[in-house]
Structures are given as structure tokens and as C-alpha cells.
């Protein structure tokens, strides 16, 4: 506030009230302004009811006279559902006790129910009695008696039923005594028959053996029992070649064998024997030699002999096949035959695969048509040709060294096979 007010000038502010405010006294200071609420007007305050609650105010909000609010529970005097209202309201406040409930409750079929004391129980004479029916099968008789009340409780029994004509037309073997069931050894053993070579007494039921009464039979029964057949008298037996012994268990039957001459054990080398499908005895498949020839002549239109050596002529190829029942060793021979066309001064050579088999040079002074050598090598394979395998044999004639004009116009190849199967 500006400073407004002195000990001689007195003052000269101006204090206004507002709402709810009270202005008291000049500014001097014998009487000061003094500035209360005392006189402000109360804030409004309403009750307001919901469908459950009524909400009540009193007072007129002064620190004389305060609000005062309270509520009172509204109890439907009509409920919806058309019944009494079960609550209550009491000096203490809201109530429902059992006695205003057991009205609520009746006895329906087969229940009782003490209003008074709230008491439910099951009366099973007041109810109308289980529906209860017998029902009979292929093998059961079921009987079914009494109403079903206390008085008079259901009994359900069975018996079974026997069939007296049994469909395979014998006689029924099961029996119905007073103690139930039953069916004894005695009952089945007329089921029962003896064939042949057995004996069977159906009033015991014992099985044994039958041996034949016929002459020459020797079966007989063992002092433990068992069937016995005596052994024949011993005769000497006649061995044929390669079998010694007679059978005896001092000179039993064995293959007459020889004494194994070789150095090497008979277990890692010795070969086999075994018996065919008519019961001889066979060795090992025999060994064998089996020998192929092949020859090709191819003709040229007078090439050119390359100069390098071992250069690529041409290819010739044949198969062999194995037809033994052993690996078979393959020993092979080969030879070739070139025609050279040599003006004087040239030269030229020929190989097998590789191998330079010959070259020749003309030194005189006219040319040489058509000269050729034949030559020849032969080798075995390395690896053996096995059973039923078929192999290719190649064999590449080489060209080399050609000078001075040197030609070749036909080569002429051998491939000769030798199989040995051991």
C-alpha cells in the first residue's frame, strides 16, 4: 500500500470492502482500519438424493449455526419383483436376520423344510420311486422285484443261462449246482479219442503211446517209461573210395586225405571242397586258357609324318571279356605295321604308345614307296581281369621324326589276348 498517511497530514487512504469482508475504524491511529470476515456470506451447500440414498442439510453455514449434512437409506416399500422388502431399518442401522428369509424357501418332490428353523432334508418315501426294469441277454437271466421304496427296495438277481441244445449238437457240458458253476475233468474226457499210435482211456483220461503189434517192430517201453528203440546189432560197413573207418566209435567214418607236400600252410592256401545239388563232392572251378585275336587295317591319304617325337598317330581299341569263374591274368601281344612314302634324304618312325619301335632314313637317291617293318611287343597287365568283366585295350600308335617330306598312308595293327584263369 503507498504510503498515504502521517502524525500531521492524518490520513488519507481509502480501505474499501469486498464481498464476504468488513472494514473496521478511520486509518489514525487511535483508530485503526481493522478488516474481518466475520460478516461474509456462507458458501452454499445442497443435498442431493440417488435412488438409494436421501441426503439431508441443515445449519446456515455460520460458526453459529454450522451445515450439518446426514443421509437416510431409501428402502423400496414396492420392490420389482412384487415380494416384501426383506430389509429393515432399525435404531442401529439396517437389518436382515434368517427368520425373514426362511420364507423364501419351500419343499419341492422328495425334500422337507422346517420354515421355522430353516431345516432342509430328503424324504425319499415323498418322492415318486426309481423306474427299475430287468433286462435279459444270449446268457443272462436278470429278475427284478420290489416297488423301490424303503419299505420295499428293489432287488435285482441273474442267472445264467445254460443252452440244453448246444448248436454243434453234443451234449452241454457246463453245470448249474447250488454253489454256482461248474464243469470237471470227468465231464470232458468223453470228448476225446485215441488215434493212431496213441492209447486213451476216457474214464482216466490217460494218453500213452501205442506201439504196433505187427512183426519186426521194435519199439518198445524204457524202464523210465519213454519209448525205447533198441540199437540193431553192429555190422561192419563197406567203404568205397576215398572213405576209411568203419563206423565204429573206435574207427569212426573220414575222408581218406593225403599229406599236404607244400611249404605253405594248407589253412591260408589249401583250396575247397564242397558237394553240388546231386551230392558229389566237387574241387575248385577248373582253371583255364582262353585266347583273342584282333587285326585292323586303316589306309590314309599320304600325311604328313610330324617331326616331334612320339607325336599321336592313331587309336585302335578292342574289349575282352572274362568267361571263367576265376580272376583271370591278362598276357597281351601287339603289332604294327606303317607304310612310308620317303623321298630321298627323308626319314620317319613309328611306336607303340609311346615306345619308339623303329625310324628309317632314305639315303639313296630315288624314293622309296611303301616302305614299312612290322614290329612287335608283347606284356601282361597289371591288374587281373575278374569274373565276368569286360575291358577295353587300347592300343595308340605313335608318329615321329618326319623329315625331307615323309608320308604315311595305312596302318596295320594286331592285338593278340591270352587269358589264363588259376
Partial sequence: MPKCCSSRAGCSCVVTAGPGVTV????STAAPYVVSTDAGTP???????????????????TEAAPYVVSADVILDPDPPGGGDNLLQEGPDGLFM?????????????????????????????????????????????????GTGTTADPYIVSADVILDPAPPGGGDQLLQSGPDGLSLECA??????????????DPSTGVITAR???????TVAYGTDGGLLVPLP???????GCGITGDGSEASPLTVATGVWPYDCPVDDIGGVVACDSAGVLRSEPRGFVA???YTETRDYPNLTVPSGFDQPGDTFTTTVTNPGCRPALVWMEREVDVDFDLPPGAGAAYGHGGDEMIFHRNTGSSVEQDFHVQTTKAFGLADTLQVGETRDLPFAVTLGRGVGGATYNRI?????????GV
Avoid: K, M, W
Wanted: charged fraction near 15%; hydrophobic fraction near 35%.
Fill in 291 to 293: 585266347a583273342y585275336s
Fill in 97 to 145: 436376520e434368517c427368520e425373514q428369509v426362511r420364507g423364501c424357501l419351500t419343499a419341492g418332490p422328495g425334500i422337507t423344510y422346517d420354515e421355522a428353523t430353516g431345516e432342509i432334508a430328503a424324504d425319499g418315501a415323498a418322492g415318486a420311486p426309481t423306474a427299475l426294469e430287468a433286462g435279459d441277454t444270449a446268457t443272462v437271466d436278470t429278475t427284478v422285484s
Fill in 233 to 239: 546189432p553192429s555190422v561192419a560197413l563197406l567203404t
Fill in 43 to 61: 458458501t452454499p451447500v445442497q443435498g442431493q438424493d440417488t435412488a438409494t440414498v436421501h441426503t439431508s442439510v441443515g445449519g446456515a453455514g
Fill in 24 to 27: 473496521d475504524g478511520t486509518g
Fill in 412 to 420: 596295320q595293327i594286331f592285338i593278340r589276348v591270352l587269358l589264363i
Fill in 211 to 217: 506201439p504196433s503189434t505187427d512183426a519186426g517192430n
Fill in 187 to 200: 465231464d470232458i474226457r468223453g470228448c476225446f479219442s485215441a488215434g493212431d499210435g496213441a492209447g486213451y
